[in-house]
């Protein structure tokens, strides 16, 4: 069974509109992230967490919110969604060594 | 800042054939790198983790680690059409960088 799941898989957003990302790991985990895939860039992060009811900012946290409010949740909120934020977006959960990914959701802002 | 790059941007082979791509970074000092395989539209699956200088197998993904030369290898021995993905490298000094990726292709 999927460890780091994440929800949706897809959308489609409005550009103004407000859209939540959501993941949820089951690893026990205390590390989690959020990345963005863009064709030629590669995996970029944009926020990040180590513990619950906390959250850092990652390289390119511009446009982004996010909220760990327990140990297995973690959200990115886009308050105002761009066309510029269109992508494929990863959650990962993190022990010692290994991060341990999610799907991701392909988002598509119109 | 840690920067990785990765070539070729594609590759082609024939199924069975030796297929080898290449990873650069900036910042010698990492001593955790990791080969990953994403194929269309899922998510990443660790293929190789390589933390000191030398060759790292699992099963038919090698890796070659030299940090003098700023340098980590992925070679796929017999690749299969089922190896058909974006490969991604990843350095890890005190947070994960990736490369941009390397699209492979391997024809029957």
């Known amino acids: 069974e999927a460890a780091v799941t994440q929800s949706p898989r897809s959308k489609v957003a409005v550009t103004g509109g407000k859209v939540t990302l959501s993941c949820h790991q089951t690893n026990n985990h205390d590390y989690m992230y959020w990345y963005r895939q863009d064709t030629g860039h590669g995996l970029r992060l944009i926020h990040y967490?180590?513990?619950?009811?906390?959250?850092e900012k990652g390289d390119i946290p511009d446009g982004y919110k996010a909220s760990r409010p327990s140990q297995e949740n973690f959200s990115l909120i886009l308050e105002l969604a761009s066309l510029s934020q269109t992508a494929v977006y990863f959650c990962?959960?993190?022990?010692?060594?290994?991060?341990?990914f999610g799907p991701g959701t392909r988002l598509t802002v119109l | 800042q840690q920067k990785v790059q990765q070539s070729p941007e594609s590759l082609t082979v024939s199924e069975g054939a030796m297929a080898s791509l290449n990873c650069t970074f900036s910042d010698g000092t990492s001593n955790n790198f990791r080969w990953y395989r994403q194929h269309s539209a899922k998510g990443l699956e660790v293929l190789v983790s390589?933390?000191?200088?030398g060759e790292k197998e699992e099963g038919r993904f090698t890796a070659h680690l030299n940090r003098a030369n700023l340098h980590v290898s992925l070679h796929i021995r017999e690749p299969q059409p089922s190896d058909s993905a974006v490969y991604l490298c990843?350095?890890?000094?005190?947070?994960?960088?990736f490369g941009t990726g390397t699209r492979l292709q391997v024809l029957p």
């Open positions: 390589i933390f000191s200088d």
């Open positions: 990962a959960s993190k022990d010692s060594y290994e991060q341990y």
């Open positions: 990843a350095v890890n000094t005190n947070k994960v960088v």
């Open positions: 967490s180590y513990v619950a009811d906390s959250t």
